[in-house]
């Protein structure tokens, strides 16, 4: 990470409690670690909205027998 910026944001305690213990973090990790998931998410949904629609140069049996 080049620059950080220092936010302020109000978040209920009992859901930071939660995100908390399934990070095993402190708050900053904790909010980069869910900001990081959110971002990853919207990859992830690109890539299933694509699914089927490459085509590959080779076929599945041509990689099994590179093995």
Same mark, same amino acid.
């Given at each position: 990470m080049k #620059?950080? %910026?220092k936010i302020t944001v109000e978040i209920p305690h009992e859901l930071l409690d939660k995100? %908390?213990?399934a990070t095993g973090?402190?708050?900053t990790q904790t909010v980069r #670690?869910?900001?990081q998931l959110l971002a990853a998410s919207q990859a992830y949904a690109e890539l299933r909205r694509r699914r089927? #629609?490459?085509r590959f140069s080779r076929s599945a049996k041509s990689l099994k027998?590179? %093995?």
């Open positions: #620059t950080a %910026r995100a %908390r213990q973090s402190g708050v #670690t869910g900001l089927g #629609t490459v027998n590179d %093995r």
